[in-house]
């Protein structure tokens, strides 16, 4: 009993040491990302580019996401999260690379390519925790893994700041970027991958997704257009050896299959998210991102038009409720918890609060005001994320998380393309006008989550 009882804590143990692992891949990803962010418009600028170049310039990493988040998330399904996630550090370490020696804007919109087709290493991160966790302990690792990457992006822009100071501050910054990401390359290489079969197969069979089918039945259910939408299902019998040990062994042939065979499955499972019935989750996911966009986009001018609040002011309270963000990771597992993990519960109440929220930034008479909405709405978003997320791998089968972590992605870049233009319209009417269309949006989001709240409930009850 005692050596059963020994083994059993041992297994869960194991996996632990690659969590916390992967959260400080977060974390380093994040820290070196955000060196960067707010450099880019200053070097392309310096580099001779006009204020309209500039902006489709740096419009350039938007787009390629775009069109890269859903396809690479499933090639991650594929071959395996170690492969895939080692392909997109490396290759974003050599666009960050290539970013230092951009003395040109032909050189920098070439180094831009690479990290807006591989810059998804924090995607394939959360499919590989999904792999590794069960359905209940899932929120609490993603609501971590989102607090350790935001604190990297707190500190990022600081020792971007000191580095700029110095004589060709911006190369010297790129080039620790991409150091860093050479870095996490090599600590995703070093893990136990071989630790984490058991555990994943325990989540897997313990989760509520139904067997596998094989590569022709899913192939032939595509074709078809089954009626059963909402479930999206691996390939091959395989499917968690090949996403735990990152199909790279020989013997799994997932990485060294040909490329015809890769490119059809990536197909495949894209198709099967396009025919699923989950256009509602990522209509919620769209429309709330573009109202929490709004909500910033003209924050700081906003603050200045209307309380007169200086820039360093105003950076202060941006950093204050980005930390709040950060410390909001960690209460995502006791709030699910006391939720009874009921995520589109949850998902209906932190959409209605971020609104009222906007509403009354958007309303405020005083700083005070502002200064307590952000604090509630930093918490409310970071929760409003997590639950989105968790459940989009409810309903569409945590077996493909990889495709459809890339796939909601993809739709938070659309909101990336459209916020600024419908920012930039609103804020012809008002300085509160951004905030406010966020608000006609998120009233919209709730009224779609009370419709389709019920049927989601109904359907998770029969599965």
Same mark, same amino acid.
């Given at each position: 009993m005692n050596n059963s009882t020994c083994a059993s804590a041992h297994k869960r143990r194991r996996p632990t040491r690659i969590i916390r692992c992967i959260y400080v891949v977060g974390f380093m990803d994040l820290f070196g990302v955000s060196m960067i962010i707010p450099l880019l418009s200053h070097h392309v600028k310096s580099l001779g580019a006009s204020p309209t170049v500039a902006g489709i310039v740096g419009s350039t990493y938007g787009v390629l996401q775009l069109f890269s988040s859903?396809?690479?998330? #499933?090639?991650?399904?594929?071959?395996?999260?170690?492969?895939? $996630? +080692?392909?997109?550090?490396?290759?974003? &370490?050599?666009?960050?690379?290539?970013?230092?020696?951009?003395? #040109?804007?032909? +050189?920098?919109?070439?180094?831009?390519?690479?990290? !807006?087709?591989?810059?998804?290493? +924090?995607?394939?991160?959360?499919?590989? *925790? #999904?792999?590794?966790?069960?359905?209940?302990?899932?929120?609490?690792?993603? =609501?971590?893994?989102?607090? /350790?990457?935001?604190?990297?992006?707190?500190?990022?822009?600081?020792? !971007?700041g000191y580095l700029t100071e110095h004589e060709g501050?911006?190369?010297?910054?790129s080039f620790v970027c991409a150091a860093i990401f050479l870095l996490n390359a090599g600590l995703v290489w070093m893990l136990p991958w071989s630790e984490t079969l058991n555990h994943s197969?325990?989540?897997?069979?313990?989760?509520?997704?139904?067997?596998?089918?094989?590569?022709?039945?899913?192939?032939?259910?595509?074709?078809?257009?089954?009626?059963?939408?909402?479930?999206?299902?691996?390939?091959?019998?395989? /499917?968690?050896?090949?996403? @735990?040990?990152? !199909?790279?062994?020989?013997r799994d042939m997932s990485v060294v299959q040909p490329a015809w065979r890769q490119l059809i499955s990536v197909w495949v499972r894209i198709c099967m998210v396009a025919s699923s019935d989950m256009w509602d989750v990522f209509l919620v996911r769209l429309l709330m991102a573009v109202s929490i966009m709004l909500y910033y986009s003209n924050f700081s001018l906003a603050m200045e038009e209307r309380f007169q609040l200086k820039p360093k002011v105003t950076g202060y309270l941006i950093s204050y409720s980005s930390m709040l963000g950060a410390l909001a990771g960690c209460l995502v597992?006791?709030?699910?918890?006391?939720? =009874?993990?009921?995520?589109?519960?949850?998902? +209906?109440?932190? @959409?209605?609060?971020?609104?009222?929220?906007?509403? $009354?930034y958007a309303t405020a008479p005083?700083?005070?005001?502002?200064?307590?909405?952000?604090?509630?709405?930093?918490?409310?978003?970071?929760? &409003?994320?997590?639950?989105?997320?968790?459940?989009?791998?409810?309903?569409?089968? /945590?077996?493909?998380?990889?495709?459809?972590?890339?796939?909601?992605?993809?739709?938070?870049?659309?909101?990336?393309?459209?916020?600024?233009?419908?920012?930039? $319209?609103?804020?012809?009417?008002?300085?509160? !006008?951004?905030?406010?269309?966020?608000?006609?949006? =998120? *009233?919209?989001?709730? &009224?779609?989550?009370?419709?389709?709240?019920?049927?989601?409930? #109904?359907?998770?009850?029969?599965?």
């Open positions: 859903t396809v690479v998330g #499933s090639w991650s399904d594929v071959v395996g999260r170690r492969y895939s $996630l +080692l392909t997109c550090l490396l290759l974003s &370490g050599f666009g960050y690379g290539l970013l230092g020696l951009s003395t #040109s804007i032909a +050189l920098f919109v070439l180094a831009r390519i690479p990290v !807006g087709l591989f810059k998804h290493s +924090l995607s394939i991160c959360r499919a590989l *925790l #999904s792999d590794l966790m069960s359905e209940k302990e899932r929120p609490l690792v993603m =609501g971590h893994f989102n607090a /350790a990457s935001s604190v990297g992006f707190i500190l990022g822009p600081m020792v !971007g501050g911006f190369y010297l910054s197969i325990d989540a897997n069979a313990n989760s509520k997704t139904k067997p596998s089918k094989s590569y022709d039945e899913l192939k032939n259910s595509v074709q078809q257009n089954s009626s059963d939408k909402n479930h999206i299902r691996h390939p091959n019998a395989s /499917a968690v050896r090949s996403q @735990t040990n990152g !199909g790279w062994g020989w597992g006791p709030v699910t918890h006391l939720y =009874g993990n009921n995520m589109s519960a949850l998902l +209906l109440h932190s @959409t209605a609060l971020t609104c009222t929220l906007i509403f $009354l005083n700083v005070w005001q502002v200064l307590l909405t952000s604090t509630f709405f930093a918490i409310s978003t970071t929760i &409003g994320r997590t639950c989105i997320t968790d459940l989009e791998l409810q309903r569409g089968g /945590a077996q493909a998380s990889g495709t459809l972590i890339g796939a909601g992605q993809s739709v938070t870049a659309v909101g990336r393309v459209l916020a600024p233009l419908l920012s930039g $319209l609103a804020q012809e009417v008002s300085p509160c !006008g951004p905030p406010s269309l966020g608000v006609v949006l =998120g *009233l919209v989001a709730v &009224g779609l989550l009370f419709v389709r709240t019920p049927k989601w409930d #109904s359907k998770t009850k029969v599965m």
